[in-house]
């Protein structure tokens, strides 16, 4: 195999083993796939990979449980460096004005990743919001939301920061979606990073 299909190899385990490790509280492994100065970006929370980790594992401990699926990649490679997109699901459960439901989030995991050493890591994890939905578990309950406190989110989280915010989450409320300024200024981000530019 020729370096750049290993490359894109190694970049596809790690984004897999990211979602596998942190919804299976397997902490040690999951530190492994960041860099030391790696930072995770996300509606809950903005800080660095250990920091992360820690608030993860105290609410995985807790019984919060927020659950990714993945599906497609696409990576582009500049040397050393990379962004890997990987369309996914983001799921969580719990109360939403007194009424278990589910909210199931579709968008993308943006991904700027360096090799160091050999090693591919993530350097900063920003996710992509692109639509949600709000689901009772029991169809026959509907949670009334409130339609202030909704229309505060953007559109593609309002549902998942609506339950988020509802069990004490500081939710970030300028995030990309599909469209709009900051998936752009997202982009430029990547263009900058693959260019050999400062994050």
Known sequence: MNDVLIDRLAIRDLVENWAVWRDAGDWERFRG??????????TWFQGTADQFIAVSRKGFENGVRIL???GGTSIDLSGVRAIAQTKMTISQRAAVEGVECDVVCTGRFYDFLEKRDGRWGVVLRQPIYEKDRLDPIDPTKAPKLDPELLARFPEG?????????GIG???????PGLTGTEVEKLY????????????
Do not use: I
Request: proline fraction near 0%.
């Open 68 to 70: 990714h699926f993945l």
């Open 169 to 175: 989450y500081e939710v970030k409320r300028d995030m």
């Open 188 to 199: 430029e981000r990547g263009r900058r990073w693959l260019a050999g530019g400062d994050l």
């Open 157 to 165: 989280y309002r549902h998942l920061a609506y339950l988020q915010t």
């Open 33 to 42: 796939v960041w860099h030391d100065d790696g930072r995770m970006m996300a």
